[in-house]
């Protein structure tokens, strides 16, 4: 896509690319960026149709056959676990007059038949079967196209550009360990819960990068968080805990990191492949994202032997954040529906020999994130109906509490400037 093409449908009432140049650092981006039309396709264009997205886990396809449907912004993709076991990504858009092949969310397969007439494709994407057609007709000409997908230690994630950003490597390469102990690919779904928040995708990012929200929004999840690791200003009552907090964080690192849990902040959300991750301890030693702070399943995940192993949390750009604790993994992905529709969905995670109702209620281990994404839908629809107003003017961000809401707002402008200048 051009410049002219992507600013295009904006031209009559705004030019994009003056909406981003004028882009004023440490402020929330201008009302068109929440409410435009014309913007959220070029969202569509310049955000999730070139960079990597993270749209599920391993486990969901932990069969030959499994498969895993989702909707990237009108461009329907098929995860598919091969009869190698290997995991493959397709348009799920038939070579024949292009019906969608899988209508349902997830199912199993044994080979990949359009519902329209039948034509049949192993699940490596190849067509083996296709009735009535001319003489000469070549089945090897028409395969599934292919839909780049990586697997970041049981974390999926795809690109629908043909040219995906390369750096993806850097961050599998300093993520994995980090990842590793916990091993996603042994573990199960626990529960998925899917919610549509009634605003602009950006203002759910924007949202999930700060917890200067949490105190007064948060009352189930701060139950296990120090506030110390929100972020606060040197002049507040928070302040005078800093030094004890830093100690506990060192402390923890330290026992963390002989245990073989990489725990140090990486913070690269700048990078065409943003992301940023660390361990961060629960208050005093509490175990697990849990109303009580209890581990969740009795039954650890992987390589960890010892229940308070804190919180490993990663957040990606554009559409992703994780917290991997010691009993579960929770697990959150986004997907923008319109310019003010959102999917969230929610996965947990537990060992696949966990036992529901033995080692591990549903009720007790979604708790605390289903009422902090219902506390947080809320939140993203007041901003949608507050930018809405003509009142609405960028406001600044807190140097304290919103560097990271920074990071996202300034990755998403670069992102767009060089889609612009690249044409
Ligand atoms: S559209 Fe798929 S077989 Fe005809
Ligand atoms: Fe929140």
């Given at each position: 896509?051009?410049?002219?093409?992507?600013?295009?449908?904006?031209?009559?009432?705004?030019?994009?690319?003056?909406?981003?140049?004028?882009?004023?650092?440490?402020?929330?981006?201008?009302?068109?960026?929440?409410?435009?039309?014309?913007?959220?396709?070029?969202?569509?264009?310049?955000?999730?149709?070139?960079?990597?997205?993270?749209?599920?886990?391993?486990?969901?396809?932990?069969?030959?056959?499994?498969?895993?449907?989702?909707?990237?912004?009108?461009?329907?993709?098929?995860?598919?676990?091969?009869?190698?076991?290997?995991?493959?990504?397709?348009?799920?858009?038939?070579?024949?007059?292009?019906?969608r092949l899988c209508a349902e969310e997830k199912g199993t397969l044994g080979n990949i038949v359009c519902p329209y007439h039948q034509w049949t494709y192993?699940?490596?994407?190849?067509?083996?079967?296709?009735?009535?057609?001319?003489?000469?007709?070549?089945?090897?000409?028409?395969?599934?196209?292919?839909?780049?997908?990586?697997?970041?230690?049981?974390?999926?994630?795809?690109?629908?550009?043909?040219?995906?950003p390369a750096d993806f490597d850097d961050m599998a390469a300093i993520m994995t360990p980090y990842l590793a102990p916990h091993r996603l690919e042994e573990c199960k779904v626990a529960a998925t819960v899917d919610i549509v928040e009634a605003g602009n995708w950006k203002l759910t990012m924007e949202n999930n990068r700060e917890c200067y929200h949490c105190v007064a929004n948060h009352p189930e999840l701060t139950r296990s968080?120090?506030?110390?690791?929100?972020?606060?200003?040197?002049?507040?009552?928070?302040?005078?805990?800093?030094?004890?907090?830093?100690?506990?964080?060192?402390?923890?690192?330290?026992?963390?990191?002989?245990d073989g849990l990489p725990s140090g902040e990486c913070e690269r959300l700048s990078d065409v492949t943003g992301f940023r991750t660390m361990r961060m301890?629960?208050?005093?030693?509490?175990?697990?994202?849990?109303?009580?702070?209890?581990?969740?399943?009795?039954?650890?995940?992987?390589?960890?032997?010892?229940?308070?192993?804190g919180g490993l949390s990663f957040w990606t750009q554009p559409n992703s954040w994780h917290h991997f604790m010691a009993d579960h993994i929770v697990s959150f992905s986004v997907l923008p529906l319109t310019a003010g529709s959102t999917l969230v969905r929610t996965r947990w995670l537990v060992h696949r020999d966990a036992v529901e109702g033995v080692d591990y209620k549903v009720e007790n281990l979604t708790r605390v994130w289903n009422?902090?994404?219902?506390?947080?839908?809320?939140?993203?629809?007041?901003s949608q109906l507050g930018v809405?107003?003509?009142?609405?003017?960028?406001?600044?961000?807190?140097?304290?509490?919103?560097?990271l809401v920074e990071k996202f707002s300034q990755w998403y402008i670069d992102r767009l400037a060089e889609t612009l200048d690249g044409a």
């Open positions: 896509m051009n410049h002219r093409d992507l600013a295009a449908p904006f031209a009559q009432s705004e030019n994009l690319a003056g909406l981003v140049a004028r882009r004023r650092p440490g402020y929330s981006l201008e009302a068109p960026f929440y409410l435009s039309d014309a913007i959220f396709q070029a969202d569509m264009e310049a955000i999730f149709s070139r960079h990597w997205l993270y749209v599920g886990v391993a486990a969901e396809v932990a069969e030959a056959g499994d498969y895993l449907t989702v909707d990237v912004g009108g461009k329907p993709v098929l995860i598919v676990r091969d009869d190698d076991g290997a995991i493959r990504a397709f348009h799920n858009v038939c070579r024949h007059r292009g019906s192993t699940l490596s994407g190849k067509l083996i079967f296709a009735d009535h057609m001319a003489d000469g007709f070549d089945l090897e000409h028409h395969s599934l196209k292919a839909v780049h997908l990586k697997n970041l230690a049981g974390l999926l994630f795809v690109c629908l550009s043909d040219d995906p968080l120090y506030a110390y690791s929100y972020g606060f200003s040197p002049e507040s009552e928070l302040a005078r805990g800093v030094a004890e907090y830093d100690a506990i964080v060192k402390d923890s690192h330290a026992r963390w990191e002989a301890p629960l208050i005093d030693s509490g175990q697990s994202q849990t109303m009580n702070t209890e581990a969740a399943c009795t039954r650890l995940l992987g390589d960890i032997r010892e229940a308070a192993s009422a902090t994404n219902d506390q947080d839908r809320r939140l993203v629809e007041e809405a107003s003509p009142a609405y003017r960028p406001g600044p961000y807190s140097p304290h509490t919103e560097m």
